[in-house]
């Protein structure tokens, strides 16, 4: 836990998924100069004479190290030819505020948890919350959730408190409220465990849920939310985000981002994007 203006906070977890190698990049930088012959790497040489087969495309995705991409990086800064490349991770518990922030870098594939698909638990609560529970009982219930990458345990009770409260305000205006956020499957839950709020949650829970209410009311959480993605890069695409981004004038969230993003990607490419020092 890290401990920022106040309030502790929790750091994201990265893994790498799949990274495509450099080979392929230095076969596109051969490509440009008609250079195989010169390459240090056996299998780059013989792409001279054959188109690889399967055998060779396995060695040239294998290569570690490149002295041609190495001069492209970083005495011609030919950066092109490092969009060969790429590299997808897996972020979970970065904030929405965070992802605000990748959203600016344009060149990246990235799938983020939908929360069209995932407020159903939180409707859930409230819904307990609202048949014999109290607020208590709501804010009990999403501290469960782990929803926050704060890590404080009174500022995450006054998150919580205020989605429970815009919840309450929204649902005295909305026509059949209950019609919008169950399935009409569950709604006889709500009427037969009126004063139950345990059972009523644990019932909606395990009934059939709809699956995208959150479309009416994502305005209720803020940007202190998880959420977790797969964000897809090619390489000099990942040069530019972590220059930026592993910077001390970065957003302090998205710096410790592209700092765990670092620590799993490979050397051979890091080589090729961050300056030795």
Known sequence: MENMYGIEYVKPEVVLLQDTGIGVAETAARTCYDSF??????????????????????????????????????????????????????IRGTSRGVLQEHARHRIQAISVRSTRYTMSSLINAFIAAKHGGGKDFFINTVQTFNMFVTA?????????GAMFDKLDFQSKKVEDFYAI?????????????????????????????????????????????????????????????????????AYFQIRWLAQEMIKVTPQKYLDLIIKKK
């Open 37 to 90: 012959s010169n390459s240090e790497n056996d299998v780059v040489q013989e792409i001279e004479n054959r188109l690889p087969d399967k055998n060779m495309c396995q060695n040239l995705n294998a290569i570690e190290d490149s002295h041609l991409l190495d001069d492209l990086a970083w005495t011609y800064f030919h950066h092109s030819i490092l969009e060969h490349a790429n590299l997808s991770y897996l």
């Open 152 to 160: 404080d345990t009174e500022y995450n009770r006054l998150e919580i």
């Open 181 to 249: 956020v169950v399935a009409k499957s569950s709604l006889h839950f709500i009427e037969e465990l009126n004063g139950e709020a345990q059972a009523l949650y644990d019932a909606l829970q395990n009934g059939k849920k709809k699956r995208n209410v959150g479309d009416a009311f994502k305005h209720i959480i803020t940007d202190n939310v998880k959420v977790d993605m797969v964000v897809t890069f090619n390489l000099r695409s990942l040069k530019n985000y972590l220059t930026l981004r592993d910077s001390g004038a």
